[in-house]
């Protein structure tokens, strides 16, 4: 069980969205019981596969991106506007920016 627990740990850091993005997103603070991380992809520019816990995603600028949860999952459109603040269940997902400007998101992840 143990071992189990350790191999889910090491997948899970592998996909940890502050390492696989580095360039896109940036720690802004955290304790134990949230993390809370800066998120701004340029036009263009991809985050590759990676992680988050649920949590709650403040939108920063109007953003029009694609995401898909697996290699072998479509690509699904997807629009955010300025102001939104939802909810987000545990994911595991890649995305794109196709739009003109930078996207810009504060995602509050809980542990």
Known sequence: MLLAALRLTA???DLDSLK???ETQKLVFENGFVRVIDDSIPPGAAEPRHRHPHGVVITLADAETETRTSPDSPWRKGTSKFGNVGWSEPT???V???GTQPTHWIRIDLK
């Open 96 to 98: 794109h920016n196709i």
């Open 92 to 94: 595991v997902h890649e």
């Open 20 to 22: 696989v993005c580095h």
């Open 11 to 13: 997948f899970q850091d």
